[in-house]
Antibody
Framework: QVQLVQSGAELKKPGASVKVSCKASGYTFTNYYIHWVRQAPGQGLEWMGLINPRGGSTSYAQTLQARVSMTRDTSTSTVYMELNSLRSEDTAIYYC???????????????WGQGTMVTVSS | QSALTQPASVSGSPGQSITISCTGTSSDLGNYNLVSWYQQHPGTAPRLMIYEGYKRPSGVSNRFSGSKSGNTASLTISGLQAEDEADYHCCSYAGSFTWVFGGGTKLTVL
């Protein structure tokens, strides 16, 4: 079945970087955009950015553009999200989510990963 | 990009109908027919319930319906059931390959 499986929880110190992986299976990896969404404890969802697995092009939320990077490895059907210069406010659950429609269309988030808890604390 | 505005909480009794609003601007929600709604139970990932403002993915009950007027979208749940108790998040395309979410609404079934 179609699924996205993310890497495990991370504990990082302020100023460090974190890299979260999202492995896709059950569909053609290069046919759908992957988005990243995060959720701070007790808060709403925040869209972080997306990556086109076919060509690797990306788009990021303006508030994170300077610190976030999304890449993909087509040989393993895996997408990565790296966030730099971590601060306590980055403590959140990070989700990857596949788009509902096939490329070139991108619209909404259909299949979600299980989430990865990233805790930033000294 | 400012978040869309949702009420923090709504409540209703079993069998009743409730509506959750989601207000944006003419640059995001009002400019595109690409509003989606997500249901999230505690400790789980969000689930897509409505897309393109009113369409339901396969498997979503027809008790869930969506609409949009101007800069405001709405999610209506009819025939409330205990299992509907969850957080609901709206989201809109905001142009230039960016998206914006609302702050989320906690639905309590009394």
């Amino acid at each position: 079945q179609v699924q996205l499986v993310q890497s495990g929880a991370e504990l990082k110190k302020p100023g460090a970087s974190v890299k979260v992986s999202c492995k896709a299976s059950g569909y053609t990896f290069t046919n759908y955009y992957i988005h990243w969404v995060r959720q701070a404890p007790g808060q709403g969802l925040e869209w972080m950015g997306l990556i086109n697995p076919r060509g690797g092009s990306t788009s990021y939320a303006q508030t994170l553009q300077a610190r976030v990077s999304m890449t993909r490895d087509t040989s393993t059907s895996t997408v990565y999200m790296e966030l730099n210069s971590l601060r306590s406010e980055d403590t959140a659950i990070y989700y990857c989510a596949r788009d509902l429609h096939q490329l070139p269309q991108t619209e909404t988030f259909d299949i979600w990963g299980q989430g990865t808890m990233v805790t930033v604390s000294s | 990009q400012s978040a869309l505005t949702q009420p923090a909480s709504v409540s209703g009794s079993p069998g009743q109908s409730i509506t959750i609003s989601c207000t944006g601007t003419s640059s995001d929600l009002g400019n595109y027919n690409l509003v989606s709604w997500y249901q999230q139970h505690p400790g789980t990932a969000p689930r897509l319930m409505i897309y393109e403002g009113y369409k339901r993915p396969s498997g979503v009950s027809n008790r869930f319906s969506g609409s949009k007027s101007g800069n405001t979208a709405s999610l209506t749940i009819s025939g409330l059931q205990a299992e509907d108790e969850a957080d609901y998040h709206c989201c809109s395309y905001a142009g230039s390959f960016t998206w914006v979410f609302g702050g989320g609404t906690k639905l309590t079934v009394l």
